[in-house]
C-alpha cells in the first residue's frame, strides 16, 4: 500500500481512536462511526470464511469461488467481451467536446490512472461523488447532454478509466467532515437493509451466502465486489455500468429501483469501495 | 468504420496462434425481443482466414455461434510480419474484410 | 434463515388479503375507496424509500380490471395491493433498526 | 409471493426478460440465405438444418461418427451462461481435415463446422449457445473416417427473483 495511504489511514485511525477512547463506553462504540475498524472487520470476515482465496482475488467475484468458472472465465480472458467497449471508451475519452476541451481537462491527472480513487467526498457539495456522475458533469459543464447511466457510452467510458488504473489498489479516503462519515454510514445501511418482496438486503446474497449459487449463478463475495466495475455480463450480453448492476438487482428482488446516482446509490458504493481499499481494480470485467 | 474483426495471430517458430472475435449478434432467429417479436435470423455464415494466398482455415456457422463470435486455431508456418487475411459474410449477405499482421 | 424471512413476508401479505376475498365487494365505489388506499400507501411507501414492484403491478391489475367493469376483481386487487404496500411500509420501519442485526463486525 | 407468483416470475423470465428465450415454433423457415459459400467450398445448408445430431452428421460427412479417446474435448460442468459457453477440442489423430460441433437439444443441432487444410493443427476453441442442459457432441474426421466425443453441459437460468 503506497505510504502516502498508510499514513492517511494511521493518522485516520489515530483520530479515530482518540474519540473512542474519549470516555465513550463499548456500548457506545456500536453507535461510533468507525470505518478504519469497519474496514478491517469486513476484510477479515472474508479472508476468514476463505482462506485459500488470495486477497487481491476477491475482485474476481464468482470467479474466485468456483474452480469450473475460474477456467471458462480464464478462457474468455484471453479475448474478452468486453474488448469492444474498452476501444470505444479510448477513442471517445480522446475525442474533443464541441468546445474543444477533453475529459482529461476534468479530472486530475488527464482522467488515467484514477479509478480507484472514485467515488470521493466532495467537501464542497457535501455529497458522494462517483465516476458515472463526474463523467456526466463533466459533459455538462463543457455544454455536452450527459449520458444515460446505464447504457453502452458510459460504460465504455468507465471501461476505459477502470482499464488504465488496473492493478492499482483501491485507495477511498473518507475526510475527518461528519457529513462524509453519514454518508459512509447511509451506505452501509443501504448496504444491510433488507428490501424488496424477496425480503433480501445485498448482504443477504453477498455477505451470507458467496460461493453459493442462485440457480445456475455462482454470488460474489462483497469484497472487492465494485472493483471490476463496469462488467460485460453474459446474462445482458452486454456491458453494464455500477449504476445498472444496482437498479437491476433491485428490480430482480421486486424492490422499485430509485434512478441512477441518487444518493444512496453513491452512498452504497462509497461504503463497498471503502471497505475494498487496498483490493486491486481489475476493471473492466466479464461476468456470468 | 473499423473493421468489425479483431484478430491476434502470434507465431512462435514453426506455428501461429491465431484468435478472432468478431463483433456480430449472431442472431439465431428463435429469440424474442421484448415485445414478444422473433429477432429474425442474423448471423455470419462463412468465416476464412488466408495466409500467403493459401486457405488456412475455414468456419461454418450457425445460428448457436454466440454473439460476438470467437475463435482459436493454430497452423504451421506463417512468419512475424507477415499478412493473414480474414473475411466474413453472414445470411443477409453483408461482409467484412480485415488484414492482421502476426506478431 | 432466508427461508425463515420469507415465510415472515409471505405470512404477512397472505394474513392482510386473507379476509378481503371473503368478503362480496360489488360496486364501483367499494373499487374506488379501496384503490385510494392502495395508493396512499405505497406512496407512504415510497416516503420511506421502499417500494415493491410488486405493489405497482397489482395496483395495474387492479385499474385493467376496473375498466373493463369487473369491480369484483378490481376490488380484490386493489386491496391486495393495499396489503403488498402496507407489507413494504412494515418493513422499511422494521429495517430501520434490524440492519445492524447483520452487520459485519 | 404465493404460488401464482412462482409460476408468473417462471414465465417472465422464460418469456426472455433477461435470459435467452427459445420458441419451440417447429419448423421455422430456416431464413433468408441469399449469400452461398465463398469460393472454395459451398455452406453446408442441409446439414445446418437438420433437427438431430444423426441427420447432421449424415449431411455434413456422409457417414458415421465412432467415439474415440484420442478427441479431447474441453466443456464447463455447468455453463456460466448458456448464452456464452467455452468449448474446445484437441486431438492426437493423424490429418484431420474438418472438425464439427453439435449440441442435441439446440433447435438446430448443428452449431459449427471448421475445415482444417493440411499444415493447420487439429485444435479448436470458440464460444457456443446452448439452449438447456445437453450432450455436446465434437466430431473429428481424420483420415477419411468420423470419431466423436460428447459431454452433457448443464445449463439453467441464472438470476435471482425478478
Not at chain 4, 126 to 148: D, P, Q
Amino acid at each position: 500500500m503506497r505510504p502516502r495511504s498508510a499514513i492517511y489511514l494511521a493518522s485516520a485511525a489515530l483520530a479515530l481512536a482518540a474519540l473512542t477512547l474519549a470516555g465513550s463506553l463499548p456500548s457506545d462504540a456500536a453507535d461510533k462511526i468507525d470505518p478504519v475498524a469497519d474496514a478491517k472487520a469486513f476484510r477479515k470476515f472474508f479472508t476468514d470464511k476463505f482462506p485459500k482465496v488470495k486477497l487481491e482475488d476477491f475482485v474476481n467475484g464468482p470467479y474466485s469461488m468456483n474452480e469450473d468458472l475460474y477456467r471458462q472465465w480464464q478462457e474468455k480472458e484471453q479475448f474478452p467481451p468486453y474488448e469492444f467497449s474498452l476501444e470505444m471508451g479510448k477513442e471517445m475519452f480522446s475525442k474533443p467536446f464541441k468546445n474543444g476541451k477533453t475529459y482529461a481537462d476534468c479530472f486530475p491527472n488527464g482522467g488515467i490512472g484514477v479509478r480507484q480513487n472514485y467515488p470521493y467526498f466532495d467537501e464542497k457539495e457535501g455529497k458522494v461523488i462517483t465516476l458515472e456522475l463526474a463523467l456526466n458533469r463533466c459533459r455538462e459543464a463543457n455544454g455536452e447532454a450527459p449520458y444515460s447511466y446505464v447504457r453502452d457510452e458510459m460504460a465504455a467510458l468507465t471501461a476505459y478509466m477502470a482499464f488504465t488504473s488496473r492493478g492499482k489498489p483501491m485507495d477511498i479516503k473518507i475526510p475527518n467532515d461528519p457529513r462524509a462519515l453519514a454518508a459512509y454510514e447511509n451506505g452501509k445501511e443501504y448496504f444491510y437493509t433488507r428490501r424488496g418482496q424477496l425480503n433480501f438486503s445485498c448482504a443477504t446474497c453477498h455477505v451470507q451466502s458467496p460461493g453459493e449459487r442462485i440457480r445456475a449463478e455462482i454470488l460474489a463475495p462483497a469484497l472487492g465486489i465494485v472493483n471490476a466495475m463496469p462488467i460485460y455480463r453474459s446474462e445482458w450480453s452486454g456491458m453494464g455500468t455500477t449504476s445498472r448492476r444496482f437498479t437491476t438487482c433491485n428490480s430482480q428482488i421486486r424492490g422499485v429501483p430509485f434512478s441512477p446516482q441518487d444518493d444512496e446509490y453513491r452512498n452504497v458504493e462509497y461504503y463497498l469501495s471503502y471497505v475494498s481499499n487496498g483490493l486491486p481494480i481489475s476493471g473492466p470485467g466479464a461476468r456470468p | 468504420m473499423a473493421s468489425s474483426i479483431r484478430v491476434r495471430a502470434t507465431s512462435s517458430g514453426e506455428t501461429t496462434e491465431v484468435q478472432a472475435l468478431i463483433q456480430h449478434p449472431m442472431d439465431s432467429g428463435f429469440v424474442k425481443d421484448a415485445k414478444g417479436e422473433i429477432i429474425p435470423a442474423h448471423f455470419i455464415q462463412q468465416l476464412t482466414f488466408e495466409y500467403d494466398g493459401k486457405n488456412v482455415f475455414t468456419a461454418d456457422w450457425g445460428g448457436g455461434v454466440s454473439k460476438d463470435p470467437y475463435v482459436k486455431f493454430a497452423f504451421k508456418g506463417g512468419k512475424k510480419g507477415d499478412e493473414l487475411k480474414i473475411s466474413w459474410v453472414d445470411n443477409k449477405g453483408a461482409t467484412d474484410t480485415t488484414t492482421a499482421k502476426i506478431q | 434463515m432466508r427461508i425463515k424471512m420469507l415465510r415472515s413476508v409471505l405470512s404477512l401479505v397472505l394474513l392482510a388479503a386473507g379476509p378481503t376475498y371473503a368478503t362480496a365487494a360489488g360496486s364501483e365505489d367499494d373499487f374506488k375507496a379501496a384503490y385510494a388506499a392502495a395508493e396512499a400507501a405505497n406512496k407512504e411507501a415510497g416516503s420511506l424509500r421502499n417500494q415493491w414492484t410488486t405493489t405497482a403491478a397489482t395496483l395495474a391489475a387492479a385499474k385493467k380490471a376496473a375498466d373493463a367493469g369487473d369491480f369484483d376483481k378490481a376490488t380484490a386487487s386493489a386491496k391486495e395491493a393495499e396489503a403488498l404496500a402496507k407489507a413494504s411500509i412494515f418493513q422499511a420501519t422494521s429495517e430501520k433498526t434490524r440492519w445492524k442485526d447483520m452487520e459485519i463486525r | 409471493m404465493t404460488d401464482v407468483g412462482f409460476s408468473a416470475t417462471r414465465r417472465l423470465i422464460l418469456q426472455g426478460a433477461g435470459a435467452v428465450a427459445l420458441v419451440g415454433l417447429g419448423n421455422i423457415p430456416f431464413g433468408p440465405t441469399p449469400a452461398l459459400a465463398a469460393a472454395n467450398d459451398k455452406y453446408p445448408e442441409e446439414a445446418f438444418k437438420a433437427k438431430s445430431e444423426a441427420d447432421a452428421i449424415k449431411a455434413l460427412y456422409g457417414k458415421t461418427a465412432e467415439p474415440s479417446d484420442k478427441v479431447k474435448m474441453d466443456a464447463p460442468e455447468i455453463a456460466e451462461n448458456g448464452a456464452v459457453v467455452p468449448i474446445s477440442v484437441t486431438t492426437t489423430l493423424a490429418d484431420v481435415t474438418s472438425i464439427s460441433f453439435l449440441v442435441s437439444e439446440n433447435p438446430v443441432v448443428l452449431v459449427a463446422s471448421y475445415k482444417i487444410p493440411a499444415g493447420t493443427l487439429p485444435n479448436v476453441a470458440n464460444r457456443i449457445k446452448m439452449a438447456k442442459t445437453s450432450n455436446v457432441i465434437v466430431v473429428v474426421e481424420a483420415g477419411g473416417k468420423l470419431y466423436s466425443a460428447n459431454k452433457e453441459v448443464k445449463v439453467t437460468v441464472g438470476g435471482c427473483g425478478g
